[in-house]
């Protein structure tokens, strides 16, 4: 062979053992590329590292979708001291005030006319009694269970104060089963807690309804329903009124007693006897209290002068009427022609009456 022939095929075999130029891509154009293999060596089972995948691209045209952050837990983020204020990690070397108290009266009469009212003050409760009642007050809320208090056997509103007394005192003030239901008896029994109502005694004094109620009561004793002066002085009417009385008296709040057909009401501070109850409600009679200041000046007269000396003038029959009722309760005495009065029961009367009432003796 000669020598040129052998260069020539030398040429040839050289041209061989290069590899073809790989074909640019045309501008505009995406190159696409095959997933990366994987190494021949690893098991069809074994996980793949996040370090050997590429990151896919996200589609044109679409937006990824944003993540929603989640809620942070109190426990992660907030801390609970022994006081039970909450704060966060960043203010623990700071002062954290704490909320005032909410008031349950605005002054400081008010506390006192409910310390008066409810004859056991709420503070000479012992401690027991007080967080008993402090439960009661608010499982009395729950309208799931009807507010009937009973022991025998216990009603359901019962067994569930019980059990919320002791999910939250017995380990904490290691208060038993039964002293906390002798302690719901004594509160029942001293009227804090009663039937058919879900307010506590507490409650019912705080309300500015029934402060009111009782303040006219104590200036006006012995008022029936009926009564103009309620909705004068109170600006209810006799439905609202009575029902407003009703609770009072489930919680033995309000005096009453029962003169002919109607009932009369007292505040409880009214401690004295019946028969100056019913002189009280004889004497709302603008009859009656004329005929009162006429016999104190003159204790002679007679039916007739009376019955002429009335404003506006009436029959002699209705002096002799309410005249014979002063006699039964003992105001008016009878000294032969002259009828006299008891004087120190005219002072009782006006001692429990307001100034408007009053008979001046």
Not at 142 to 155: C, L, Q
Not at 245 to 274: C, H, Q, T
Not at 301 to 320: M, N
Request: proline letters at 7%; aromatic letters at 6%.
């Amino acid at each position: 062979m000669s020598q040129m022939e052998r260069k020539r095929e030398k040429k040839v075999t050289r041209g061989a053992e290069k590899p073809a130029p790989e074909p640019q891509p045309v501008h505009g154009e995406v190159e696409e590329r095959d997933p990366p293999a994987r190494s021949p060596s690893r098991k069809s089972n074994e996980p793949v590292s996040l370090a050997e995948l590429e990151p896919v691209p996200p589609a044109r045209g679409r937006a990824r979708p944003r993540p929603i952050p989640l809620p942070a837990t109190p426990s992660a983020t907030t801390v609970r001291g022994h006081d039970g204020l909450v704060v966060e990690p960043s203010s623990m070397g700071l002062e954290v005030a704490e909320e005032p108290a909410m008031e349950l009266l605005s002054t400081a009469e008010a506390m006192e006319k409910v310390d008066e009212l409810a004859g056991v003050e709420y503070e000479d409760l012992m401690d027991i009694e007080k967080d008993v009642l402090r439960v009661a007050k608010s499982t009395l809320k729950k309208k799931r269970f009807e507010a009937e208090i009973g022991f025998d056997p216990y009603t359901p509103m019962v067994e569930k104060i019980v059990g919320d007394c002791l999910a939250k005192y017995q380990a904490q003030k290691g208060y038993s089963k039964d002293a906390i239901i002798n302690t719901l008896k004594a509160l029942e029994e001293q009227k804090w807690i009663v039937t058919a109502e879900r307010r506590t005694k507490e409650e019912v004094l705080g309300d500015e309804i029934y402060q009111r109620i009782t303040a006219f009561l104590e200036a006006y004793p012995g008022t029936h329903a009926r009564d103009d002066r309620v909705q004068a002085k109170l600006g209810i009417t006799r439905n609202p009124f009575l029902k407003h009385i009703l609770v009072l008296d489930r919680f033995n709040l309000v005096k009453k007693y029962k003169f002919g057909k109607l009932w009369n009401f007292f505040a409880p501070s009214f401690m004295e006897d019946e028969k100056i109850a019913e002189l009280v409600v004889i004497m709302y009679n603008d009859i009656v209290r004329q005929l009162v200041a006429l016999l104190l000046k003159n204790p002679g007269s007679t039916l007739v002068e009376l019955a002429k000396s009335i404003i506006p003038p009436v029959y002699h029959g209705a002096i002799q009427y309410h005249l014979k009722k002063l006699e039964e309760l003992g105001l008016v005495v009878r000294d032969g022609s002259n009828r006299a009065l008891d004087k120190a029961m005219l002072r009782r009367y006006n001692a429990v009456v307001c100034d408007e009432l009053k008979i001046a003796a």
